[in-house]
């Protein structure tokens, strides 16, 4: 039965139907209570972001001007690309510069670092070069002096402060061309430029860091909170919200101008929405709270209505599977009560029913069984009194005497046939009779096998329900054989049934008589052909019904062979065992 059809999935779909909306606007209140908290966090802390890259900005400008006044003023450095390399005059105005800039990047500037690069001369005058260590001193300098070497009229180094990784290293780095052979720039760190803003509070878990034009996180502390994948900044959203290992970020940026970087700030979600927590611990007790609530509401309908629908049920399931003793107990309610009471008066008047049908059937079944047993017996007896017969025109006295042997043993077992049922080695003792009587109308033209395997002998089956195959495929299977009728009878036990092959090297069945008893239509016909063969089908099918079957088919080259399968045995047959055995 299809659950959803239930009584007890319709009254929790109508309990869910009243909750679930109630639920889903206190959830729907909270998450738009901590929208609204990263909101307002989020558009304070862009603001103060913003005034900070304006700073930055601001310092940056002022280091521009210097460099441009430095390239349109210094007589020394307009002098510098016209001099001998190796000239005293070329030595005393590269110290003259130095020392110029290193007075102002000393007291003055914001910078790390200030140069002067002589185009003609591939010299690189720069002031000290802040590092850790002589190694990292090596590497910036060496990346810088690379970079001049590189750079190209047109190139972004001669517009804007740009971002330049050395080694491990990352920072802004700017050149402008004094027009008469030397370039002046500056280099600056950007943890150097992250130093104030870390003083900004941006919680105790809070950080900032730069991104290139793309978005990516060039410094900051942004391995250490344990990021997931590759966070990517989009500086026209008003906020994002990444995920670390173990805390949820509200991201804000704002873009340097001047620059091609941007500057993001992390601030914790948790601590921006503590003022929320006792309203978040609230609703998360409120699903536990339905959940009880419903398993109450459960609890009271069990028992003034689910259990004894369950019971009746159950009853009905009961009876459905024969069960007929079954009754249902009170309830207490009135209405159930008088429902189980009108149910037990159902069953005890359908089980005297059913009792007086199942014995009319039994008497009936008995009836049509004897019946098609009875048939049998007329049937064999007029073809063995034409055996006799055929057997007196040859007048071979002692093939008469062999085959009036096998007929007074054929006929005695024939006078069983009052017995519901004969062990499977009478039955094929009684075959053997036949088979030999055959041999002795038609010397040299038959021979025949029959083999029982293990004590599949034992098995009982109905008497002469072989018979009438084996008949078949005498009568029918080697007329115009040039060569002996050979056919075999084996048994063997399988799986719990008993099956027995009946397989012979004759002319094997015609395909039209064939589909047809595959299909079972030929036991159907109300014609006097093949008497025996339908006797044995329905007297199977009465016996054992579905638990019985015939299969029929054609052998590769030539014969046809059958196949009965007759269970080892059910309640009939171990009733006749246990009488035999007493």
Known sequence: MNPKRSLRYKLIVGFVTIALPLVCLLLYSNYMASNSVREQAAESNRSMIALYSNQIQTALAIETNYLYDLASNDVDILSLGKLEGSSSDYTLTKVRILHSLDRYNRFDSSVDTQFAYSVAHRDFIPTQIPGENYDEMLQIRQCLERRLKDAQPGSPYFTQWKATSCGDTYGLMRIVDSGSGVYLGAWVRLDHLMVPLELIQLGREGFAAFANAEGRLLTGTAANKGLTGSPVIDSAAPYQRMTGKEDTYIVVSHPVASTDVELAAFIPEQGMLQNLSRFREFISWI??????????????????????????????????????????????????????????DMVQQIQTLQIHVYEEQIRTHKAELKHLQLQINPHFLLNSINVVYNLAQIKNYSVIQAMCLNLVKYFRFATKTGQPFVALAEEMEHMDSYLRIQQ????????????????????????????PFIENAVKHGFDFMDEPFHIEIRARLEEGSCR???????????????????????????????????????????????????????????????????????????????????
Request: glycine residues 10%; proline residues 5%.
């Open 287 to 344: 699903p536990i709270f339905v959940v009880v609530l419903l398993s109450l509401y459960l609890l009271y309908l069990n028992q003034i209505i689910i259990r004894p629908v369950n019971e009746l049920l159950k009853g009905m399931r009961t009876l459905k599977r024969g069960d007929w003793e079954f009754r249902l107990t009170g309830s207490p309610s009135k209405e159930f009560h008088l429902v189980n009471e009108s149910f037990n």
């Open 500 to 582: 027995i092959r009946i397989a012979d090297n004759g002319s094997g069945f015609p395909e039209e008589v064939l589909a047809e008893l595959q299909s079972g239509s030929y036991f159907m016909r109300n014609d006097d052909l093949h008497l025996g063969m339908r006797n044995s089908y329905h007297r199977l099918h009465l016996l054992y019904g579905s638990g019985t079957g015939l299969s029929f088919g054609n052998g590769r080259d030539s014969g046809a062979w059958v196949e009965l399968e007759i269970p080892a045995e059910n309640k009939e047959q171990a009733e006749w065992l246990t009488s035999r055995s007493g």
């Open 440 to 467: 002795l109308r038609f010397p040299g033209r038959i021979t025949f096998v029959i083999e029982m395997e293990g004590n599949v002998g034992e098995i009982p089956i109905p008497p002469l329900v072989v018979q």
